[in-house]
């Protein structure tokens, strides 16, 4: 195991070490925009088109051939009784640990938010809530209720009325029974056993429910994320994701073992991706042993040390300075910082992140489940453009423009000058006509 560890680890006084970080951000990028995946692509886009086309005859065909389900468009919606009864049979306490995590999501999210209308003499802006949003639940080997609270609740502040909950029908022929419960905490009702290319095909042209969603947002693979590519335009999307990612920048003051702890707890997803920027060579070395000895305690420690080997690095770099640098041209969805009384001035130099856990006591999981802040964020490159899904992007702005007669006056000379300058006289003109009486 330590040889093959071994081979993750770069160091700035290694031949060819930048050529290495390069090429790290390059598979990040490529796994992000599935340039691997021209195969799968054309599959995708022929999906999308014969559900846009066939609808629920469509969807339950690929239900069967994907989930191996074979289910009637009848068969597609849980019922009411099914999500109460979910309900009713979750652990209380896990019930009450659920009601908590939305309270603390919801009220990050009351706070952030910035959708009301403002005016501000003769302009303004109003906010209009997304009427229809539909949400993606991954069907992996575990339940993920958390997408479910992290997704719907910043919607509902939002003040969204219509969300509808797709996941495939991997448990039992259905979804786990704690995602529904979730569902029937937060007063979802209209919630569907299919998943993939097909549900969010679905979504999009309105096979499923009384209409399409608006918008589509939520987790899932490679195969669901280039769905909602191909569907972007018919519908708004929240970003394209890849594999989950942790980059942690660490020097000597950091606890290895809490450090190789946190990069593990990513490469848990399968795929994923997890980095460590340090400029102490030997904090490094004790991260790799306790990647070792830690990677053998995990229930998934085949697929784990894959992950560690394909898609991880342990990087030394000279400075401080360094580290800030490429970790903002990296990227990653999420960043740790382990750094002591340094912590928040490098906070200050980061640039680009999905989002950023301070200190020795704030892991990626605080915020996976708990803190307030949204977890489905931008991966890859991305968030040097994309941002973590807040209560603010289920809302839509219109202008607000109110002229009267004496501001207008005031402004006419200058707007007829600047249509004439692009020679469209019928502008020119609409504003000519109301000077004339």
């Not at 390059?26 to 599935?34: D, H, L």
């Not at 979750?90 to 999501?105: C, F, G, M, R, W």
């Not at 800030?324 to 680009?352: M, P, T, W, Y």
């Not at 807040?390 to 702005?397: A, E, Y």
């Given at each position: 195991?330590?040889?093959?560890?071994?081979?993750?680890?770069?160091?700035?006084?290694?031949?060819?070490?930048?050529?290495?970080?390069?090429?790290?951000?390059?598979?990040?990028?490529?796994?992000?925009?599935?340039?691997?995946?021209?195969?799968?692509?054309?599959?995708?886009?022929?999906?999308?088109?014969?559900?846009?086309?066939?609808?629920?005859?469509?969807?339950?065909?690929?239900?069967?051939?994907?989930?191996?389900?074979?289910?009637?468009s009848e068969q597609f919606r849980?019922?009411?009784?099914?999500?109460?009864?979910?309900?009713?049979?979750?652990?209380?306490?896990?019930?009450?640990?659920?009601?908590?995590?939305?309270?603390?999501?919801?009220?990050?999210?009351?706070?952030?938010?910035?959708?009301?209308?403002?005016?501000?003499?003769?302009?303004?802006?109003?906010?209009?809530?997304?009427?229809?949003?539909?949400?993606?639940?991954?069907?992996?080997?575990?339940?993920?209720?958390?997408?479910?609270?992290?997704?719907?609740?910043?919607?509902?502040?939002?003040?969204?009325?219509?969300?509808?909950?797709?996941?495939?029908?991997?448990?039992?022929?259905?979804?786990?029974?704690?995602?529904?419960?979730?569902?029937?905490?937060?007063?979802?009702?209209?919630?569907?056993?299919?998943?993939?290319?097909?549900?969010?095909?679905?979504?999009?042209?309105?096979?499923?429910?009384?209409?399409?969603?608006?918008?589509?947002?939520?987790?899932?693979?490679?195969?669901?994320?280039?769905?909602?590519?191909?569907?972007?335009?018919?519908?708004?999307?929240?970003?394209?994701?890849?594999?989950?990612?942790?980059?942690?920048?660490?020097?000597?003051?950091?606890?290895?073992?809490?450090?190789?702890?946190?990069?593990?707890?990513?490469?848990?997803?399968?795929?994923?991706?997890?980095?460590?920027?340090?400029?102490?060579?030997?904090?490094?070395?004790?991260?790799?042993?306790?990647?070792?000895?830690?990677?053998?305690?995990?229930?998934?420690?085949?697929?784990?040390?894959?992950?560690?080997?394909?898609?991880?690095?342990?990087?030394?770099?000279?400075?401080?300075?360094?580290?800030?640098?490429?970790?903002?041209?990296?990227?990653?969805?999420?960043?740790?910082?382990?750094?002591?009384?340094?912590?928040?001035?490098?906070?200050?130099?980061?640039?680009?992140?999905?989002?950023?856990?301070?200190?020795?006591?704030?892991?990626?999981?605080v915020g996976d489940y708990w803190?307030?802040?949204?977890?489905?964020?931008?991966?890859?490159?991305?968030?040097?453009?994309?941002?973590?899904?807040?209560?603010?992007?289920?809302?839509?702005?219109?202008?607000?423009?109110?002229?009267?007669?004496?501001?207008?006056?005031?402004?006419?000379?200058?707007?007829?000058?600047?249509?004439?300058?692009?020679?469209?006289?019928?502008?020119?003109?609409?504003?000519?006509?109301?000077?004339?009486?």
């Amino acid at each position: 195991m330590s040889n093959q560890l071994d081979k993750i680890l770069i160091k700035y006084d290694q031949p060819g070490f930048k050529e290495k970080l390069e090429q790290l951000l390059k598979s990040k990028i490529e796994v992000t925009w599935f340039r691997d995946e021209d195969n799968k692509r054309d599959k995708v886009r022929d999906i999308v088109e014969d559900v846009s086309k066939r609808g629920a005859q469509a969807v339950s065909v690929y239900t069967e051939k994907f989930d191996g389900v074979k289910l009637t468009s009848e068969q597609f919606r849980i019922s009411d009784a099914e999500l109460k009864n979910a309900h009713k049979s979750i652990d209380k306490k896990l019930l009450e640990t659920i009601h908590q995590a939305i309270s603390n999501v919801w009220d990050y999210q009351k706070k952030i938010f910035v959708g009301n209308d403002k005016k501000f003499g003769s302009t303004g802006i109003k906010y209009i809530p997304i009427e229809r949003v539909g949400i993606c639940v991954p069907g992996a080997s575990a339940p993920l209720p958390s997408t479910v609270v992290m997704t719907a609740v910043p919607a509902q502040v939002a003040g969204v009325k219509e969300i509808v909950v797709v996941s495939p029908p991997r448990y039992n022929s259905s979804i786990h029974p704690i995602i529904l419960a979730v569902c029937y905490e937060l007063g979802i009702k209209e919630v569907y056993r299919i998943g993939g290319v097909q549900a969010v095909a679905a979504l999009a042209f309105g096979k499923i429910g009384r209409t399409k969603v608006d918008k589509i947002v939520g987790p899932g693979n490679a195969w669901v994320q280039m769905a909602k590519r191909e569907v972007f335009g018919v519908v708004d999307i929240d970003s394209i994701a890849g594999p989950s990612e942790v980059l942690i920048i660490a020097n000597e003051k950091a606890n290895p073992a809490w450090v190789a702890a946190d990069m593990l707890s990513q490469i848990e997803h399968d795929p994923g991706s997890a980095v460590l920027f340090t400029d102490s060579e030997e904090l490094a070395q004790k991260v790799l042993s306790e990647l070792g000895k830690q990677v053998k305690e995990i229930t998934r420690t085949v697929s784990t040390i894959r992950c560690l080997v394909d898609f991880s690095k342990v990087v030394v770099f000279e400075s401080m300075q360094d580290m800030i640098i490429h970790a903002s041209e990296f990227a990653a969805e999420h960043l740790e910082i382990h750094c002591g009384d340094k912590n928040n001035a490098i906070v200050k130099q980061i640039r680009n992140a999905g989002a950023i856990f301070i200190g020795p006591y704030t892991p990626v999981s605080v915020g996976d489940y708990w803190a307030g802040p949204s977890h489905t964020l931008p991966t890859g490159f991305t968030p040097r453009f994309f941002s973590a899904l807040t209560s603010n992007d289920f809302v839509k702005s219109i202008s607000i423009i109110e002229y009267d007669k004496e501001k207008l006056a005031e402004s006419a000379e200058d707007i007829i000058r600047l249509a004439e300058a692009e020679g469209l006289d019928a502008h020119a003109k609409s504003i000519k006509i109301r000077q004339q009486n």
